[in-house]
């Protein structure tokens, strides 16, 4: 729902990045370093960009 609301204000699709965090899918070896890393990886200009972020850890 949020991410259609950015969508409906004209907010570039590649500035919303939506990531799903799962214990299943990243493992006790994953830790918020490379969290951070991967999620800032996603960021290649100086403009906004908005991190919807599920968490099910």
Same mark, same amino acid.
């Given at each position: 729902?949020?991410?259609?609301?950015?969508?409906?204000?004209?907010?570039?699709?590649?500035?919303?990045?939506?990531?799903?965090?799962?214990?299943?899918?990243?493992?006790?070896?994953?830790?918020? $370093? !490379?969290? %951070?890393?991967? /999620?800032?990886?996603? =960021?290649?200009?100086? $403009? !906004?960009? %908005?991190?919807? /972020?599920?968490?099910? =850890?």
């Amino acid at each position: 729902m949020l991410k259609q609301e950015l969508f409906s204000r004209g907010v570039d699709e590649k500035h919303i990045i939506t990531r799903k965090y799962t214990s299943e899918d990243y493992g006790k070896s994953f830790s918020s $370093n !490379k969290m %951070y890393e991967e /999620l800032k990886s996603f =960021i290649v200009d100086n $403009n !906004k960009y %908005y991190f919807l /972020l599920d968490e099910n =850890i």
